[in-house]
């Protein structure tokens, strides 16, 4: 009774007139820095963190909380519309969401996209409030070499990723990791794959390679085939129609599987620090592919792909938060900047903060409430104006895609170098896509090369140089034998049907 009453006093400070303007504006803005490429969620944390030195520390860290909230959602409008992720996490909605928008069913994916967003975002508020002390006691027992696991976990969602070809999804992957080594190691500081090019030291950005192999060269594949008339062109009008229907009752009911899997991972893979929504987003959506009821069709536009991708995004909101709040250890990007908001004001996250500020803390714990409905409300009414947008003739589409993807690629550092790495991996997906190449396990293996790099070494360098703590020590074992299995069980799984089908129903010789 003392937490419900803690938390509706949170959510009357919330709605004093400054604290609800300040996260009016935080949601506004979380969602704009997310749809537009090049803008990362944590990248606008971070230039909002100076307005907040004026701020008192509540309305600071409403304002920041509201924009990671919104932020996780925003990226998901692009990355359906346009084939654009706003942010690494909405990377799996492209397989499918984008596949929907090309059937005419923009708004229904953008529907399921909202839905899902919503049920991730108030369960795992809810588990937050009422499990943030005992979660956090399990998740203290992490250290690089889970970590490493987890990351490992992650990785092995390249079996539900890699199509028809698993040689091919190999290869796309460890194409993915050799790009993330470029640059100088973080260890050693060792050059590594630069050529002497000063522009390599720094590395290859993930959003470049992510935004370059998706929206690029989904135009210039686009382009080649001449724009071809697809399912989206009514043969009456010989224009484009797009359903604006929302997901009735009766079509999101059937897929509460897929809700309860994305959202479980979400926050599970959420408590981890360093995870993230990113790790939470694609394990969900490897799980949905390989356990799911619908999982075969999973890449081919089915909506089960969007659910477990974005519950599981945004309901690791709440599990971010809560190794924060209770120990001071930030769960991810966007929580490591709210961290630094929590110590310029003079208060250090951790099992004293909530004795000595715990209603600062319920205040926290109401905004993220808050702030997923906002972010809802927010959503909803712009899903039809934005499948509008997409009645526009393909080839403007087209060339405002390409011109957010360059403004947005120099706009993240204002290097021009980085325009022509956006246009050589534009090409590159363009070949990927000609020669049956998956592009997903090249931008997974990008995304998660480094830090499963960086956990690999600390790891080593903590443990002299002794690979086998990986597999004495219970929590990373555990997960790695699960990664194992989900690397190898659809192939054994494969094998055993078709064993099965000549006996079964084989023709019989004559």
């Not at 969620?41 to 600071?60: E, K, S």
């Not at 947005?408 to 190449?437: C, H, P, Q, T, W």
């Amino acid at each position: 009774m003392e937490t419900l009453a803690l938390l509706m006093q949170g959510v009357l400070t919330i709605f004093a007139p400054v604290n609800l303007l300040v996260m009016v504006i935080g949601l506004v803005l979380g969602m704009l820095v997310a749809v537009l490429p090049g803008l990362t969620l944590v990248m606008g944390v971070v230039l909002a963190l100076p307005f907040t030195y004026q701020m008192g520390v509540g309305p600071a860290l409403i304002l920041l909380t509201a924009m990671y909230v919104s932020g996780t959602y925003g990226g998901a409008i692009t990355a359906i519309l346009f084939r654009i992720p706003g942010e690494p996490m909405d990377v799996p909605l492209l397989w499918d969401g984008y596949e929907m928008t090309r059937q005419g069913l923009a708004a229904k994916a953008l529907g399921y996209s909202l839905i899902a967003a919503f049920v991730g975002g108030i369960a795992s508020a809810v588990l937050m409030v009422a499990m943030a002390k005992p979660v956090a006691d399990i998740a203290l027992k992490f250290s690089s070499p889970e970590f490493f696991a987890v990351i490992i976990f992650g990785l092995s969602s390249v079996v539900s990723l890699g199509g028809k070809s698993m040689i091919n999804a190999l290869i796309s992957l460890c194409m993915g990791l050799l790009i993330a080594s470029v640059g100088v190691d973080s260890m050693y500081g060792q050059e590594r794959l630069a050529f002497g090019q000063p522009f390599l030291l720094d590395g290859i950005e993930f959003l470049l390679v992510m935004v370059g192999a998706y929206g690029i060269g989904e135009v210039l594949t686009r382009l080649g085939a001449g724009y071809p008339a697809d399912a989206v062109i009514d043969p009456a009008t010989k224009t484009k129609r797009f359903e604006t229907a929302f997901p009735r009752w009766s079509e999101i009911y059937p897929k509460r599987g897929s809700f309860v899997r994305g959202t479980a991972t979400g926050v599970v893979v959420g408590l981890v620090p360093g995870a993230g929504a990113t790790v939470s987003s694609f394990v969900a959506y490897g799980l949905e592919r390989q356990y799911g009821k619908n999982g075969s069709a999973l890449g081919a536009g089915a909506p089960e792909g969007i659910i477990a991708a974005k519950s599981a995004a945004t309901a690791s909101v709440g599990g971010a938060l809560v190794p924060l709040l209770t120990m001071g250890i930030p769960g991810s990007g966007a929580t490591a900047i709210i961290l630094a908001a929590f110590l310029l004001h003079g208060i250090q996250p951790g099992p004293q903060v909530f004795v000595s500020s715990s209603a600062l803390i319920y205040t926290v714990f109401a905004s993220v409430f808050i702030s997923v409905i906002g972010m809802c409300i927010l959503g909803y009414f712009a899903i039809k104006p934005l499948t509008k947008v997409l009645d526009a003739p393909e080839a403007v589409v087209s060339a405002f895609v390409v011109m957010f993807c360059f403004v947005g690629a120099f706009a993240a550092r204002n290097n021009m170098s980085d325009l022509y790495v956006i246009a050589a991996f534009g090409l590159i997906g363009f070949l990927f896509e000609r020669f049956k190449f998956p592009i997903a396990p090249l931008v997974l293996g990008t995304i998660l090369g480094p830090l499963a790099e960086d956990n690999f070494m600390t790891t080593m360098v903590s443990f002299s140089n002794d690979w086998t703590i990986f597999f004495t020590r219970p929590i990373s074992l555990t997960i790695l034998v699960i990664a194992a299995i989900g690397v190898f069980y659809p192939a054994i799984r494969a094998t055993t049907l078709k064993r099965r089908v000549p006996s079964d129903g084989g023709p019989s010789s004559s």
